[in-house]
């Protein structure tokens, strides 16, 4: 029946369905036979409306005079290409469907398509040619979709670099002297590092304003600057009158670098610390070429460099104590205090350390192990040498205010080890909790003056004085400061929390042992299963420990 039906179009280019007149539709007509009528009729590649085929069959069988007027189901469908954008404008993709025995896809379409889109930067050549030539090989109906503009994100600026013209007496010590057997012997330190006076020191690398980017319709990016600073002049060094740029010595001595500038002190230069110097209380910097010997006492208000050991001694410095090989401890009972101490207000650098308390106000590194160590630092600790194949943090327990990471967390064997990570937590969560009280406070004092004020213009102009509604004004004012400033100090701590919380956690690179417990705020896990590399973080709600291989939660 469908035979007699389906007509095609003078310019062949739509498909009617028309019943004959005098032809009547019985209950049994449907759609079934129709895809072997287009095939006699030579469009089975035409584009079909399958509800209107649907609703033709209906009316036919209903006998209305629409089905014998003709109604439109199928016709000839040109390639079609449109383009897809990202919503950052950062991607522009083509999305191009196969004809139903239509046009098939030119050049001109698709850059006439890009046109339509603003799409003029990032474009890629290849990416089009491959468009035009999969558009070949498409059925009818056949979707393809191919990346053809990719925006340039902006390339944020250096920040400033402060380069030291001298060097680090820290590094003169690990040097090795003996080149062929490649060994640090520590009785050749070769001479002091000094400098003369006014002999460049360190010279500033301005910061740099950074690349901008675009996106695939053209808008620019901004980059991000970089951070720039000013070289900072420090103790016996001033800036080069003829170059901002660079630090120069006023006078001379030991040369000690900071993170932007150069102090030169008269340091004191001991080989050991032992019974015949006795202890050392020193106002500036002590460098020890050799070891600190045990019971020894070493107190500086500059920084401590050792050479060696620091054995059983304590040493208290206010600024970095730099240790080139290790901080070493005897054991001792459980509860009695250790027999190694060193306390900075800076920052502990070592190899390694065992047995031993270290507190510092900034952070820790240690480059091969820290064993059975008590540590409290204020920032973060690290346990790993620069190519983090070595660093193993087991035993004892250590109280970080920032992150911890290292390669190797526990040891195998029964020694427990405890991290108690980003111990600020409960300080942020208090200074928070004041604030909103403060804040609220504000708004209810804010809520006061208001209803005064409704109260104060509900009594008769006669009653009233521009005094009191002056007073009120200046109220309201000082309120709402006091709302805005308590507002912007709450969003502020808010913002450095979170950071802080995302920032703040246990790293480790390859392996997390049994017996390693992890604290956040009063939350703690216990890890009772060996584990590869794990990072450890906090959500306010619980502790998650997720796989660095793999991006899933592990259970503990």
């Given at each position: 029946m469908w035979d007699n039906i389906v007509t095609l179009s003078e310019d062949k280019q739509q498909v009617v369905a028309r019943l004959p007149s005098g032809t009547v539709a019985d209950a049994s007509f449907d759609h079934r036979l129709l895809s072997v009528a287009l095939d006699t009729l030579g469009v089975s590649d035409y584009f079909l409306f399958e509800e209107e085929v649907l609703r033709f069959v209906t009316l036919a069988k209903e006998g209305k005079g629409e089905a014998y007027e003709g109604i439109l189901i199928a016709e000839v469908r040109d390639t079609s290409v449109v383009v897809e954008l990202s919503a950052d404008e950062m991607l522009a993709t083509i999305v191009v469907t196969g004809p139903y025995s239509g046009k098939v896809l030119r050049g001109s379409d698709i850059i006439y398509c890009l046109a339509q889109a603003y799409i003029t930067k990032g474009i890629n050549k290849l990416a089009l040619r491959k468009v035009l030539m999969m558009s070949t090989k498409l059925k009818p109906g056949e979707i393809f979709t191919q990346p053809v503009a990719k925006g340039t994100l902006p390339v944020r600026g250096q920040d400033a670099k402060f380069q030291a013209l001298v060097e680090d007496i820290t590094r003169q010590v690990l040097k090795p002297r003996n080149k062929d057997a490649g060994k640090i012997d520590m009785r050749d330190l070769g001479e002091t590092i000094t400098v003369g006076i006014n002999e460049p020191l360190m010279k500033r690398i301005p910061a740099t304003k950074g690349t901008a980017g675009f996106t695939v319709r053209g808008r620019i990016i901004p980059p991000i600057p970089g951070k720039d600073c000013l070289i900072k002049p420090g103790k016996g060094t001033y800036i080069s009158p003829d170059d901002p740029n660079?630090?120069?010595?006023?006078?001379?001595?030991?040369?000690?670098?900071?993170?932007?500038?150069?102090?030169?002190?008269?340091?004191?230069?001991?080989?050991?610390?032992?019974?015949?110097?006795?202890?050392?209380?020193?106002?500036?910097?002590?460098?020890?070429?050799?070891?600190?010997?045990?019971?020894?006492?070493?107190?500086?208000?500059?920084?401590?460099?050792?050479?060696?050991?620091?054995?059983?001694?304590?040493?208290?410095?206010?600024?970095?104590?730099?240790?080139?090989?290790?901080?070493?401890?005897?054991?001792?009972?459980?509860?009695?205090?250790?027999?190694?101490?060193?306390?900075?207000?800076?920052?502990?650098?070592?190899?390694?350390?065992?047995?031993?308390?270290?507190?510092?106000?900034?952070?820790?590194?240690?480059?091969?192990?820290?064993?059975?160590?008590?540590?409290?630092?204020?920032?973060?600790?690290?346990?790993?040498?620069?190519?983090?194949?070595?660093?193993?943090?087991?035993?004892?327990?250590?109280?970080?205010?920032?992150?911890?990471?290292?390669?190797?967390?526990?040891?195998?064997?029964?020694?427990?080890?405890?991290?108690?990570?980003?111990?600020?937590?409960?300080?942020?969560?208090?200074?928070?909790?004041?604030?909103?009280?403060?804040?609220?406070?504000?708004?209810?004092?804010?809520?006061?003056?208001?209803?005064?004020?409704?109260?104060?213009?509900?009594?008769?102009?006669?009653?009233?004085?521009?005094?009191?509604?002056?007073?009120?004004?200046?109220?309201?004012?000082?309120?709402?400061?006091?709302?805005?400033?308590?507002?912007?100090?709450?969003?502020?701590?808010?913002?450095?929390?979170?950071?802080?919380?995302?920032?703040?956690?246990?790293?480790?690179?390859?392996?997390?042992?049994?017996?390693?417990?992890?604290?956040?705020?009063?939350?703690?896990?216990?890890?009772?299963?060996?584990?590869?590399?794990?990072?450890?973080?906090?959500?306010?709600?619980?502790?998650?420990?997720?796989?660095?291989?793999?991006?899933?939660?592990?259970?503990?």
């Open positions: 660079l630090l120069l010595a006023a006078s001379p001595g030991l040369p000690i670098i900071k993170e932007r500038s150069i102090e030169v002190d008269d340091a004191l230069c001991v080989s050991n610390v032992d019974v015949s110097t006795g202890h050392i209380k020193f106002k500036g910097n002590v460098f020890v070429s050799g070891n600190i010997e045990p019971g020894m006492i070493v107190k500086a208000t500059g920084g401590v460099t050792v050479g060696g050991f620091i054995e059983s001694a304590e040493v208290q410095a206010q600024a970095d104590i730099k240790v080139a090989k290790g901080i070493i401890g005897h054991t001792t009972k459980e509860g009695d205090p250790k027999s190694c101490k060193v306390i900075s207000k800076g920052s502990i650098t070592a190899s390694y350390a065992q047995n031993a308390e270290l507190q510092a106000a900034n952070d820790i590194r240690l480059g091969v192990h820290s064993m059975s160590n008590d540590i409290r630092c204020g920032n973060n600790l690290t346990v790993m040498d620069t190519m983090k194949k070595h660093g193993t943090l087991s035993g004892g327990e250590a109280k970080v205010g920032g992150k911890v990471e290292c390669v190797f967390l526990g040891v195998e064997g029964d020694t427990a080890t405890k991290i108690h990570s980003f111990a600020r937590y409960d300080g942020y969560r208090q200074k928070i909790a004041e604030l909103k009280e403060s804040y609220k406070h504000a708004q209810e004092q804010t809520m006061s003056v208001i209803r005064k004020e409704l109260e104060f213009k509900r009594r008769p102009k006669s009653e009233r004085s521009e005094e009191q509604a002056l007073a009120i004004q200046q109220k309201r004012e000082q309120n709402d400061q006091a709302i805005e400033k308590n507002k912007s100090q709450l969003d502020r701590l808010e913002a450095e929390f979170e950071t802080h919380l995302a920032e703040c956690t246990v790293e480790v690179h390859e392996k997390v042992y049994t017996r390693v417990t992890i604290q956040f705020g009063d939350e703690t896990v216990t890890t009772k299963r060996t584990h590869g590399g794990s990072i450890f973080s906090f959500n306010q709600y619980e502790i998650l420990c997720s796989s660095k291989m793999k991006q899933e939660d592990l259970a503990l």
